[in-house]
């Protein structure tokens, strides 16, 4: 096999994303070729639809991996955020890479903070784990919908229908765009989406020489503490539908993990913090989401 088929979102985020992966795969399998294949997924395809209303996690996710099943490619670049916490049993996630800064970030006219806003301001976000801990913070706030690729929602901050949006911080960095941030929404306030900054690549489950490509992109810190978010996840469920979050990283030998769930208005956020040795990921994810429901999150995800 000399020549391995990349499928990838045709955003300019998600080809950057691809090629900064293929970059580092052929760095480590000097004797390969690499071709993207540009693939749209369903949430490309309907950029005006709230995603809880379309399926949530898995609509830039699902094309993709049929690609990969039907052999059309051999791997495929996610971000890892926009992935269900359970993948396809004929599939699997072979390789994590290093993460970028996870947090979620405000641009807004002016530049002005989340503090400066305007009372009653007009704060973009087509995610309900966003608009949730915003209106926690800024209860004040109006919550509009919005949707697009990452420079129509930078345009649309520049424009008169928002006062601001909220971006993830790992897009506008890759793509060269930190001028425009106005703040960085700091994790200990605003807890960022399960694996945010983080990108995964697919391969199919029986494809062991596949396997042996890619894996010299995984980043164990990164891996190990979206294990324990997606292990969460995995327990809390909720899809895009639930505002839930968590955020592990290594500090020293120990794995932290924070969680959240909240109520879609803000006015009940249930938060908590585990810290265990990083190769308990999967079970600090699981205790993490036990805490959580017990407290009130059970009855929260029940009323959505």
Not at 48 to 53: E, F
Not at 163 to 179: Q, Y
Not at 202 to 214: L, M, P, T
Request: charged share 25%; aromatic share 4%.
């Amino acid at each position: 096999m000399n020549r391995i088929r990349v499928g990838s979102r045709e955003s300019t985020l998600a080809l950057w994303q691809t090629n900064w992966v293929i970059e580092r795969l052929s760095r480590s399998n000097p004797g390969l070729q690499f071709e993207v294949v540009h693939i749209k997924t369903e949430g490309d395809k309907m950029p005006d639809a709230p995603l809880a209303k379309i399926g949530g996690r898995g609509v830039f996710v699902k094309e993709l991996e049929s690609a990969l099943l039907d052999g059309r490619i051999d791997i495929a670049v996610h971000s890892l955020k926009d992935m269900p916490s359970l993948t396809p049993e004929s599939l699997a996630i072979a390789a994590v890479t290093e993460r970028e800064d996870a947090r979620d970030v405000l641009v807004s006219r002016g530049k002005m903070p989340l503090s400066d806003l305007p009372f009653g301001a007009k704060v973009g976000t087509s995610s309900v784990r966003r608009a949730a801990q915003m209106k926690y913070l800024r209860p004040d706030v109006q919550i509009l919908e919005l949707r697009g690729n990452l420079e129509t929602r930078l345009r649309k901050a520049e424009g008169g229908d928002y006062d601001a949006v909220i971006l993830a911080a790992a897009g506008i960095k890759r793509l060269g765009l930190e001028d425009r941030i106005a703040e960085h929404l700091p994790t200990e306030q605003f807890l960022p989406a399960v694996g945010q900054g983080a990108l995964a690549v697919e391969i199919r489950a029986d494809e062991g020489e596949i396997q042996s490509i890619v894996v010299p992109v995984t980043h164990r810190p990164t891996q190990l503490a979206v294990l324990a978010e997606r292990s969460f996840l995995r327990v809390v469920g909720g899809g895009c539908s639930a505002p839930v979050a968590a955020y592990g990283r290594l500090e020293g030998n120990r794995l932290i993990l924070d969680g959240m769930i909240a109520s879609l208005d803000g006015q009940i956020m249930i938060k908590d913090r585990l810290e265990g040795e990083p190769a308990r990921a999967i079970s600090l994810g699981e205790e993490m989401a036990g805490r959580l429901l017990e407290r009130g999150g059970r009855d929260i995800l029940t009323n959505l």
